[in-house]
Nanobody, 127 residues
Framework: QVQLVESGGGLVQAGGSLRLSCAGSARSFSIYAMGWFRQAPGKEREFVAAISRSGGTTDYADSVKGRFTISRDNTKNMVYLQMNSLKPEDTAVYYC????????????????????WGQGTQVTVSS
C-alpha cells in the first residue's frame, strides 16, 4: 500500500508555470506506475499525464501535451508535474495516483487502473 501527498498548487496568472509534487510513502515506490488527473468544478475527473515505473514511458492528454511534463525520482519516492504556459482552463484540483498492476513499460490513462489516490491540490489560473 502507498500513501500519496500532493503539493505545489496555487494561484498563477495565465502563461505562468507551476510544479506539482507527489510524495509516496511506499518502500518500493518504483513498482508503481504513476499518473496525474484533474477535476474542474462541475466536471468529471480526467486524465492529465502518466509515467511508467522506471520513467521510460510517458503519456499525456492532448490538452496538455507540449505544456506539461511528468517525471519521477524513485530514489526520493517523488513524482512531479511541471506545468508551463498555463491557461484558465487548467484550473482544477490535481490528483496523483499509483497503479500497482501496470507492467513495466506502460503508463495507463484509465482511472479504474489506479489503486491509490492522493487528496489533491488546487491549481487556479487567472486570466
Amino acid at each position: 500500500q502507498v500513501q500519496l501527498v500532493e503539493s505545489g498548487g496555487g494561484l498563477v496568472q495565465a502563461g505562468g508555470s507551476l510544479r506539482l509534487s507527489c510524495a509516496g510513502s511506499a518502500r518500493s515506490f518504483s513498482i508503481y506506475a504513476m499518473g496525474w488527473f484533474r477535476q474542474a468544478p462541475g466536471k468529471e475527473r480526467e486524465f492529465v499525464a502518466a509515467i511508467s515505473r522506471s520513467g521510460g514511458t510517458t503519456d499525456y492528454a492532448d490538452s496538455v501535451k507540449g505544456r506539461f511534463t511528468i517525471s519521477r525520482d524513485n530514489t526520493k519516492n517523488m513524482v512531479y508535474l511541471q506545468m508551463n504556459s498555463l491557461k484558465p482552463e487548467d484550473t482544477a484540483v490535481y490528483y496523483c495516483a499509483a497503479d500497482r498492476t501496470s507492467s513495466n513499460y506502460f503508463a495507463r490513462r484509465l482511472q479504474r487502473d489506479y489503486d491509490y489516490w492522493g487528496q489533491g491540490t488546487q491549481v487556479t489560473v487567472s486570466s
